[in-house]
């Protein structure tokens, strides 16, 4: 049974940092991309980036580009997200995601961290 | 103008079918993507529903009823997800996504009332 899992949630001041991961399981982690979405409380689905599955391709999305960075490590089949310069508009959920082949969809997804950035 | 489009609620009754909409940005031809579609219930992550292409390219997600299912409407340039036969249990939020210049975009989402 494929299973996600993400840790590392929690409360953080504007300007804070924090580092999501997702851990893996029921799948050879290394043979797929991965990606974070999120969700703000009461909103849509928002795609924050990808990586491939060796982690040579990552993307990110315009609204965290340049503060957030995506890593894998396929030996502990883990996902990570390290989340710089929050803002208050980066309250989510984040939820990492499997991508099922190439711009495939997501076809599978873990329960989501809850992120709270707030003075 | 968001790059996919669709209206943020719709009502349907028991055992009617529903058509939920994807309408792609001008310029962004619907011919040329995969339409992917999750089902989201209060308190719960997202599942995935279908993707479509054509008729020849398509996918139904593990376990989902051959309920619902997908298709294009070239002329309005948009993506469709129809559940024919609704049930009380597809009353959700739907959403689709597409890849676009390496980037996944979803759209705004549809709140699918079953009543």
């Known amino acids: 049974e494929v299973q996600l899992l993400e840790s590392g949630g929690g409360l953080v001041q504007p300007g804070g940092s924090l580092r999501l991961s997702c851990s893996s399981s029921?799948?050879?982690?290394?043979?797929?991309?991965m990606n974070w979405v999120r969700q703000a409380p009461g909103k849509g689905l928002e795609w924050v980036s990808s990586?491939?599955?060796?982690?040579?391709?990552?993307f990110y999305a315009d609204s965290v580009q340049g503060r957030f960075t995506i890593s894998r490590d396929n030996s502990k089949q883990t996902l990570y997200l390290q989340m710089n310069s929050l803002r208050v508009e980066d309250t989510a959920i984040y939820h990492c995601?499997?991508?099922?082949?190439?711009?495939?969809?997501?076809?599978?997804w873990g329960q989501g961290a809850l992120v709270t950035v707030s003075s | 103008q968001a790059v996919l489009t669709q209206p943020s609620s719709l009502s349907a009754s028991p055992g009617a079918s529903a058509s939920l909409t994807c309408t792609l940005r001008?310029?962004?031809?619907?011919?040329?993507?995969?339409i992917h579609w999750y089902q989201q219930k209060p308190g719960s992550p997202p599942q995935y529903v279908l993707t479509?292409?054509?008729?020849?390219?398509?996918?139904?997600g593990s376990g989902v009823p051959s309920r619902f299912s997908g298709s294009k409407d070239v002329s309005a340039n948009a993506g469709i997800l129809l559940i024919s036969g609704l049930q009380s249990e597809d009353e959700a939020d739907y959403y689709c996504?597409?890849?676009?210049?390496?980037?996944?975009?979803f759209g705004g989402g549809t709140k699918l009332t079953v009543l």
């Open positions: 001008s310029g962004i031809n619907v011919g040329t993507y995969s």
């Open positions: 996504m597409i890849w676009h210049r390496s980037t996944s975009v």
């Open positions: 990586i491939s599955r060796f982690g040579d391709g990552k």
């Open positions: 029921g799948f050879t982690f290394g043979s797929f991309a």
């Open positions: 479509y292409k054509s008729a020849s390219d398509n996918q139904q």
């Open positions: 995601a499997r991508e099922y082949g190439d711009d495939g969809p997501f076809d599978y």
